[in-house]
């Protein structure tokens, strides 16, 4: 199979700008795993234009229950590899969680999710949100709106419940740092209660994305924090108000990563080197001639074994729009961004604000120094793999050269004030000093003990 493989890279070479930089595979047949979400492209789009094959690599893609079977699978070695939330390889390789060392060398996106609410709450947050000139609500809206609502809630002795996909993910860290921005506590973890209800305002709990309409629906829960198209989903079934995306909430905040085990890096640097190959030449494709390639790949992931939901929805967000409220259709060309802004790039500052929310909330329930919060970043994201991998395809001809951060030391400049929800900026190389700037949350000495945060 390999001697064939070398002859299709080969002859796919002559038919690109430079002689493409064969690999000698460790191993070619990989099965890699999802969940059934826009942001899955990179892996959808590397299948269906062949970028995999180029690489000499036959992947076989499998949708996921959840995101725990997902993990359980590439650790045991079912999958070779997997979209993943990019809290997971940070809470596997640290213990929190199911212990494995897991790395990622190509982060998947920017953005792509939002916070949805019922239409009822909906209705009782729109007296505290200002409007604009043509009377429709001002974005972005603050929690501070739901606050009101939360607290009536309270009074009336009902739990105000809302819905997250998984404790370190991505959607959790993001609805927490929403609530929090607006005055509301979302609760705390500890070693003995893992619920992260701990002292909580508002009561988050675990749903599988494809379940966050239902359970909307059902008034399980009130609202949620989700990717796409789950949120649009909400407004074409007029069941629920998007009332901020994460663009909104942190501009160009990272979201999921590829994640293999450290041993398979090891064991297979070659095959880590193609796939990351194969995952770059996707995320260009889909980001290129400024999105001009999106409704083909809306029409990719509409089909049933990707995501499987209707053409229209996943257009709704993917093609550089926003629906909120129904009709209320506005422009955000970077809701979903797949390779500007260095989106692919496993930046380690991305890596280090997963971990001061984990902090943050108790996952990590005792103080790191800020040296740690680097070592388990590099420990983690491994920009070496993803430079070889982009080195090769600038060297054949398929990617520029300048489209790649060559002399970064893996840290983005700070985030500043201006482009978070509560107008506080983030410096990864200080995360002591960003958690202290945090009102609510752990910070310095304090831990959760029992139903109380001490020190």
């Known amino acids: 199979m390999k001697k064939f493989l070398a002859g299709l890279v080969a002859t796919t070479a002559l038919t690109s700008p430079a002689m493409a930089e064969t690999l000698e595979l460790e191993k070619d047949e990989l099965t890699f795993g999802f969940i059934k979400l826009t942001d899955m492209a990179p892996l959808a789009v590397a299948y269906e234009n062949g970028y995999f094959l180029d690489e000499g690599l036959f992947v076989t893609l499998e949708a996921q229950a959840n995101w725990k079977v997902l993990l359980d699978g590439v650790i045991d070695g079912q999958l070779d590899g997997a979209h993943m939330l990019a809290g997971q390889p940070l809470a596997a390789t640290i213990g929190y969680g199911t212990e494995a060392h897991i790395v990622t060398p190509f982060s998947m996106d920017l953005n792509g999710n939002g916070i949805t609410v019922s239409n009822e709450i909906w209705e009782e947050m729109k007296p505290n949100i200002p409007v604009m000139d043509d009377g429709r609500p001002q974005h972005p809206i603050s929690a501070e709106a739901l606050a009101p609502v939360v607290e009536k809630y309270k009074s009336e002795g009902k739990p105000f419940n809302m819905g997250m996909v998984f404790p370190v993910s991505t959607h959790n860290y993001e609805l927490r740092y929403w609530l929090a921005a607006g005055g509301l506590n979302p609760g705390y973890y500890s070693p003995e209660d893992v619920t992260g209800q701990i002292g909580a305002d508002v009561f988050l709990s675990v749903t599988p994305p494809p379940q966050m309409p239902a359970t909307l629906e059902a008034g399980t829960i009130y609202g949620y924090c989700v990717g796409e198209p789950w949120n649009q989903q909400a407004v ?220």
């Open 236 to 455: 074409f079934k007029g069941i629920g108000v998007p009332v901020i995306t994460d663009y909104e909430l942190w501009k160009n905040n990272p979201e999921k990563v590829f994640g293999i085990t450290a041993e398979f890096a090891e064991e297979y640097p070659n095959t880590a080197r193609a796939v990351t190959k194969a995952l770059i030449r996707a995320a260009i494709w889909l980001d290129e001639n400024d999105n001009a390639n999106r409704p083909a790949a809306v029409e990719m992931l509409s089909q049933p074994e990707y995501v499987g939901a209707d053409y229209d929805v996943i257009a709704n967000s993917m093609t550089g729009t926003f629906e909120y409220e129904k009709g209320d259709k506005r422009d955000v060309p970077d809701f979903n961004v797949f390779f500007r802004y260095n989106a692919t790039y496993p930046f380690y500052s991305d890596a280090i604000w997963y971990l001061t929310q984990m902090r943050r909330w108790g996952q990590i329930a005792e103080p790191q120094t800020d040296a740690w919060y680097d070592e388990v970043a590099k420990s983690v994201y491994r920009p070496d793999i993803y430079l070889d991998a982009a080195r090769m395809l600038v060297d054949e001809g398929l990617a520029n050269e300048a489209d790649f951060p060559w002399d970064s030391d893996g840290y983005k400049a700070p985030t500043p004030a201006e482009d978070i929800i509560d107008g506080i900026p983030y410096d990864a190389r200080q995360p002591n000093a960003y958690l202290q700037s945090l009102p609510i949350g752990l910070k310095g000495e304090q831990v959760v003990i029992g139903s109380e945060v001490q020190g």
